[in-house]
């Protein structure tokens, strides 16, 4: 067992890099002809198929904080982090029969432009704004930093600044390409992280079983896995006691079982699949039903993660607690890095190339949504309203350019203490607290002509500012107990809700605080959408495919209730 790489190691890095750059290249020089055409640049064209968009809203979403971060709380939660990969798949559903058929009818090619189409200027700019210091400052820093920790750990702890130029450079240069090359390099991108991902998981049960007595076989591990750790193959974390152990409290701190289902879970993955321009892009550009296809393609994958980046973390937790697995550097978040020392030559580096197609692919979607919205919300509208789009798409790469490297600049030192919370935690902390507000504005200004664009501003602000009232000082302020919901001991002297419930408790509020607003406004909106009830129909195709998903979704629940 050994942490290092060797040769045939980087080789099989080194090929996939190459594979990867060469693919990028032949897709570029094929949009060659409309390399100063803007939709071209940021939407593709218009020319994406369903599994190229669907393979990319994957890659993209798949990162280091899900690699680390899921497979570390696999290693302290077990299964029921998975509801986060499940109930995204059905997110994803109602994201494609409601939500992409509002935006492609509006011609919606931005998440801002949505919000001044249905609002006002105001919020849009607002949120445009907001979105990218969110982007650059939150989420391109997480992404690089986590990633360079975890494949510096592997290289053997010494690059961890020449790591972090490489996969800068590496994304710039699918990035500058456009969203085409971004989206058609993910294909290879979400096929190597699935074949790297399931390598990874194989070997921690074949080694489970091994180190069990019950030999190289798969399934025998896993069955060891049920037997050793029952308590990490229940989807619901029991509600703690008066006699519940800390450890048991903080499990349901981190996910409150049924509670989780009333409302935060859904708000997290219907605002990240659904409003969010770093998601959506990938399918605005599309007609209705290869979008819609695309989604649900998505979707079905999404079931597939939870084997790649969470098994991994219990083979760890099993092996660990058997005395099979020497200290985790870094905790429960160094569980994944711990179950590739057990890879033998080769495999390690394809599971290192997994793992960098996935922070790669992040990055790259990430910086092309970041030059998008810059410019096409902000420069082109309050700065060059007369761009053309040879200009629009030497701004977008200027943009691209420059937000990499204002994220290097931040993350290079840990400027933000990324490493002191954990990337996992970091992502959720800054984005959940926003995602209440958020959501209500969007999913109100779809389907309820009467909010107004007061209403959507004051909204964004109550939802932020409900949410670190729940989050920081309600136990402080109203009790530990009361008729919204019940705080627990954090471990650290003071009493904490469970995140889950403040984002239900925040969004609550923020729609009736909305829904009052609007009512004292105008009685008719005349930005308001008219929503064609013909659109919302799907094909009998598209039914199939949602009701394979529902069924999976469904006995996987039963089986690990």
Known sequence: ?????????????????????????????????????????????????????????????????????????????????????????????????????????????????????????????????????LYVFVNLTSILYLGAVAINGLA????????????????????????????YTDVIQVAVLIIGGLV????????????????????????????????????????????????????????PGMMSYLAGIWIINLNYWGCNQYITQRALGADLQTARTGILFAGILKLLMPVIVMLPGIAAYVLYEGGHLPQLVGGKDGAYSAMLTFLPTGLKGLSVAALTAAIVASLAGKVNSISTIYTLDVHKKYIQKNASDSAQVNIGRYAVFASMVLAVLFTWNDV?????????????????????????????????????????????????????????????????????????????????????????????????????????????????????TEMFKVKPQTTVLIIITLLIIAALYVKFW
Request: proline letters at 3%; aromatic letters at 16%.
């Open 1 to 133: 067992m050994s942490s290092s790489l060797e040769f045939a190691d980087y080789a099989v890095f080194i090929v996939y890099f190459l594979v990867v750059s060469i693919y990028g290249y032949i897709i570029y020089r094929k949009r060659e002809k409309n390399e100063h055409d803007a939709k071209a640049y940021f939407l593709a064209e218009g020319t994406l198929t369903w599994w190229a968009i669907g393979a990319s809203l994957i890659a993209s979403n798949i990162s280091a904080e899900q690699f680390i971060g899921m497979s570390g709380e696999g290693f302290f939660l077990g299964i029921a982090v998975a509801a986060y990969e499940w109930i995204a798949a059905i997110a994803l559903i109602i994201v494609a029969v409601w939500f992409i058929p509002v935006y492609l009818k509006n011609k919606i090619y931005t998440m801002p432009q949505f919000l001044k189409t249905r609002y006002n200027d105001s919020t849009a700019l607002i949120m445009a704004v907001f979105w990218l210091f």
């Open 156 to 183: 053997g702890g010494e690059y961890l600044h020449v790591i972090m130029l490489g996969l800068a450079v590496f994304a710039l240069i699918i990035s500058l390409g456009g969203m085409k090359v971004v989206a």
């Open 200 to 255: 990874t998981s194989y070997i921690a049960l074949t080694t489970v079983g091994e180190y069990f007595g019950v030999g190289k076989d798969a399934i025998a591990g896993f069955n060891v896995l049920m037997e050793k750790a029952p308590e990490h193959f229940k989807m619901i974390i029991p509600r703690p006691t008066a006699t519940s152990t800390q450890l048991e409290i903080d499990k349901y701190l981190t996910f």
């Open 416 to 532: 933000l203490g990324i490493g002191g919370v954990g990337g996992f935690t970091y992502i959720q902390k800054y984005t959940g607290f926003i995602s209440p507000g958020v959501f209500a504005m969007f999913f109100l200004g779809m389907f309820w002509k009467r909010t107004t664009g007061t209403a959507a501003i004051v909204g964004v602000i109550a939802g932020f500012l409900l949410s670190v009232l729940f989050n920081e000082f309600a136990p402080a302020m109203f009790g530990n107990e009361t008729l919204l919901y019940t705080a627990w001991p954090n471990g650290k002297g003071g009493f904490e809700i469970p995140f889950h419930i403040c984002m239900g408790l925040s969004f609550v509020f923020t729609m009736l605080l909305m829904i009052g607003i609007s009512f004292a406004g105008p009685k008719v909106n005349p930005k308001a959408f008219e929503l064609d």
